[in-house]
């Protein structure tokens, strides 16, 4: 159930990063042949805030977002899920209640133009609640399969010793 | 005041181990929940989102994914087979490989963490089993990146034109000159350190011209490519924000077509590995956007440079000082950030002050790229450590004698200023 | 105490911005403090479409929008920028007086949160600057035109009979000097801030649009101040607008001048030309009832 869910996140990711280079592309190809497509910078930013909201995802799901482990790691491993349930709990706090506000922020400015292509800018903001919920999902399912331990970092990083 | 709390507060959630993203995003949002706060807490939402919608910003995921289609493509190891033939016979062969690599690379690549991630993957290895130290390696490998960021196309200039309205055109050519003077003072200083320490060339002798004949032959196209960028921006077929895009169509032609390296598997392969560095790159630019919102509405950048500007008569003096403090910020806040903050605010300061905005941008982007080479916080310091396990400390100490030959380029730069000037008035005449 | 902000998208050395520092002052002074006024100049607080929003989600701001981002909301107020409604920018003050004017105002307050407090922030009127001559509509085939990225805009560029581009701003300088556009329409204050003169070198009065512009503030938060304090914001803020109007027209003829000192060709058009091809631009954008029930106001207005 999860892997066809993971494997369709990255498939969906992967397309919307091509829309993005094909959207740019059209936009900048057909102004210097005299066709301009006016939605096409538009679409592009539409499809880049998706891209990094999956991006930022997939990145939870793996541990891999870039962080200083220095303290955590000089710790021993009582101290370290004390930080770490501090760090995850603040975490899960800003996607949850983010998330909210940005659900509340799409659909009460429905109304609000991208521009030139007249879509609605929700489709833009919509992005942001539907990748802290992801990113709610991805980390619950961290906690439960790696352990507190490893929710915010990759279990393969062997014994970096940092300053 | 308050602002400051908050970086306190941003920089003590990165050292207690939150993403840096969070970190930032967290401590943003607690300026909007504070009571005395009188904008509603959706706003700070609303910045996260607002900044992904710019359209140069686009150019960092299109250079991203350039960077991955180039492993694939071929055109890395053709461009690593020429530095190896030319730099290949001096002192620390492997560490001037990396500089004429990261030089070399600098015409396709936009972006200073990509191409350090790069080097250390390929690069790092190496330089490690011939004895390198893994400090000094990491601090190079990671330094190089900045050579790669000066050179154009340059993420930062495009991000520095776009948001203090200056010519990307114009910054893109002023970056030359600096990029190969960057690439000197560390291909000088890093022949200091190889003769103290013997580290020992890769070929026992200078190549013969055929030699390089042929490598160039080889990496003719790769070569070419930044060539054919500036000519694509000069003659208006793509503005410098688009140009991403095209490197991509490139890369993907000169791959698939020329090349014949790089498979359709392989080009996903490399859409995949790009969404991942786009999401936590982006990520962090998104939620400084809420970050840079507070610093904004407090006012900060305006109360500094009002500190800074009544003091000074002399435009040397004054980019002096500006660079001490862009140098002092840059070591604490991701370059991004800084840009986005400052640059609105630095440009009117120093247009006013006589500086030309073009050149100031130039020791501006140095700066602020090297600050994510430095302690305590630098994106391109985490990347390279994480990928070769180097210990922070190793990275420091090995960083001081490269420092000081960037601060000497951007001292010479500061001091006459015709060295970056004199392209860009050249190709698109004085403005 | 309560915080208010102003934000405008133009720089704060731009006559509105200062006008909306002049403006601060006066209403701090005359409700002794208790309104605190910051003006927020070069888009500081996000773009207008993004301050728009915080305003709908109640932040006591108020933000300087032509009409064209107030008409996803009330679509009949996007007339307020249509091409070729007014001959001159004057003769708003008698559309603003108008009773379907008012009632469109309170429909957006009550359907969207919209507070509109005035109309009569003139910024210039749109002029047609190119590479090439323009001396009648056939000129403009083929030629791609910078403008604003809204539908409303673009029809009337199109109509006009160029092709419409829509970019940022900050990118029009270098794409003109490069060649990845061939003009933009601009009004003339806005064309001399990026010293558009330098890279396009001629410039035809087709006076498309009159860019007049209004302050948006909260509905909610306006509602919760009291009737004097409410009457001492909108008799400033109205007061500030003439006075920006002014200094823009003033400053209009300088930058002017400093434009042809600086080699820029003035072409003779006849605006009347543009004006019968934008015609089929209300009907596009269904402003033709909006259009029939502001004409007794605006033929009231002709000298
Ligand atoms: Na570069
Ligand atoms: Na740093």
């Not at chain 1, 397309?15 to 936009?27: H, N, R």
């Not at chain 1, 992005?127 to 929710?151: D, K, T």
């Not at chain 3, 003769?91 to 009773?99: D, F, G, L, R």
């Amino acid at each position: 159930m999860f892997k066809i869910l993971d494997r369709t996140e990255e498939i969906v990711a992967v397309a919307l990063l091509a829309g993005t280079v094909i959207a740019v592309l059209m936009g900048a190809i057909g102004r210097s042949i005299g066709y301009p497509v006016p939605a096409g910078p538009e679409i592009a930013q539409l499809l880049l805030i998706w891209t990094c909201m999956l991006g930022a995802d997939l990145m939870i799901r793996s541990g891999e977002h870039i962080r200083i482990s220095a303290l955590s790691d000089a710790l021993p491993p009582s101290g370290r899920r004390v930080l770490h349930s501090l760090c995850v709990i603040c975490m899960l706090g800003f996607l949850a209640y983010c998330g909210w506000l940005g659900w509340k922020l799409a659909m009460s400015n429905w109304a609000r133009e991208m521009g030139a292509s007249g879509l609605s800018y929700g489709w833009v903001t919509l992005a942001f609640p539907v990748g802290c919920a992801l990113m709610i999902l991805s980390l619950l399912r961290r906690i439960v399969g790696h352990g507190l331990l490893y929710a915010i970092e990759p279990e393969t990083r062997d014994g970096e010793q940092l300053l | 005041m308050i602002s400051f709390l908050l970086l306190c507060l941003a920089l003590g959630f990165m050292v207690i181990g939150m993403p840096v993203a969070f970190a930032i995003g967290v401590a943003s949002l607690v300026y909007f929940l504070l009571p005395t706060t009188f904008m509603p807490d959706a706003t700070a939402v609303q910045r996260i989102i607002a900044s992904s919608q710019s359209f140069p910003l686009l150019a960092v995921p299109l250079f991203i994914l350039v960077g991955h289609l180039m492993n694939g493509s071929g055109i890395t190891p053709r461009m690593m087979t020429l530095a190896s033939t030319v730099a290949g016979w001096m002192r620390g062969g492997l560490a001037q490989v990396s500089l004429l690599l990261s030089a070399l690379m600098g015409g396709i690549s936009g972006s200073a963490v990509a191409d350090a991630a790069m080097q250390s993957r390929i690069l790092g290895g190496p330089m490690i089993k011939e004895g390198y130290s893994k400090g000094f390696t990491a601090a190079l490998l990671s330094v190089g990146g900045l050579i790669t960021a000066t050179i154009p196309p340059s993420l930062g200039l495009i991000l520095y034109g776009f948001l203090g309205e200056v010519s990307i055109g114009r910054l893109f050519i002023a970056g030359i000159v600096p990029g190969v003077m960057l690439t000197i003072a560390l291909m000088i200083a890093t022949a200091w350190i190889a003769k103290r320490r013997d580290y020992k060339p890769v070929h026992d002798r200078l190549p013969t011209f055929r030699e390089v004949i042929a490598a160039v032959k080889a990496s003719f196209w790769a070569i070419l490519f930044p060539v054919w960028l500036i000519v694509g921006i000069r003659f208006g077929i793509f503005t410098p924000s688009e140009a991403g895009a095209f490197a991509v169509a490139y890369a993907l032609v000169v791959g698939m077509l020329i090349y014949r390296e790089l498979s359709l598997a392989a080009v996903i392969d490399a859409l995949l590995m790009s969404v991942r560095d786009i999401g936590m790159i982006m990520f962090i630019i998104l939620l400084s956007g809420a970050f840079g919102y507070v610093i904004t509405f407090e006012r900060v950048p305006q109360t500094l440079a009002e500190l800074t500007l009544g003091l000074f008569s002399s435009k040397v003096a004054l980019l002096f000082t500006i660079s001490a403090f862009l140098l002092f910020f840059g070591m604490l806040v991701e370059a991004t950030v800084i840009v986005m903050l400052l640059t609105p605010i630095l440009v009117p300061v120093i247009t006013a002050a006589g500086i030309d905005p073009v050149h100031f941008g130039l020791i501006m982007m140095t700066l602020v790229t090297f600050g994510g080479m430095t302690p305590p916080v630098g994106v391109s310091m985490f990347t390279v450590c994480g990928i070769l396990n180097c210990s922070y400390k190793d990275y420091t100490v090995e960083l001081l004698p490269l420092a000081a030959a960037v601060l000497t380029v951007v001292a010479i730069m500061i001091c006459f200023p015709d060295i970056v000037m004199f392209l860009p008035n050249l190709m698109m005449g004085g403005h | 105490e309560t915080k208010f902000a102003l934000s405008t998208s133009q720089n704060s050395t731009d006559p509105l911005a200062m006008a909306m520092e002049a403006a601060a002052a006066r209403i701090e002074d005359r409700t002794k403090g208790e309104i605190d006024v910051t003006v927020y100049p070069s888009s500081q607080l996000g773009s207008d479409n993004d301050v728009l929003e915080q305003i709908r989600n109640g932040a006591a701001i108020a933000v300087l929008v032509d009409a064209g981002r107030l008409a996803p909301f009330k679509k009949e107020l996007g007339i307020l920028s249509a091409p070729y409604l007014v001959d001159d920018w004057t003769q708003y003050a008698a559309i603003t007086k108008s009773e379907p004017y008012k009632a469109w105002v309170e429909e957006l307050a009550a359907s969207s949160g919209l507070r509109l407090l005035n109309y009569n922030w003139f910024q210039g009127t749109r002029q047609m600057f190119s590479k090439n001559p323009v001396t009648k509509p056939e000129d403009l085939k083929g030629v791609r035109v910078r403008t604003i990225d809204a539908p409303g805009w673009l029809a009337t560029v199109n109509a006009m009979g160029a092709t419409a581009v829509p970019m940022a701003w900050s990118e029009v300088y270098s794409a003109l000097q490069l060649g990845a556009l061939d003009g933009a329409e601009a009004q003339l204050t806005g064309a001399y801030g990026i010293k558009l003169h330098e890279v396009t070198g001629n410039l035809a009065f087709t006076n498309h649009v009159q860019l007049v512009t209004g302050l948006t503030t909260s509905e909610e938060w306006f509602k919760s101040l009291s009737p004097e304090h409410q009457s001492i914001l909108v008799e400033e803020l109205e007061r500030a607008g003439n006075e920006a109007s002014a200094a823009t027209v003033a400053k209009g003829k300088e930058v002017l001048d400093e434009m042809k000192a600086g080699g820029m060709v003035v072409n003779d058009v006849n605006p009347e030309d543009f004006k019968a091809l934008t015609a089929g631009v209300y009907a596009e954008l269904g402003l033709e009832e909006a259009r029939a029930a502001l004409q007794p106001a605006i033929d009231a207005a002709k000298p």
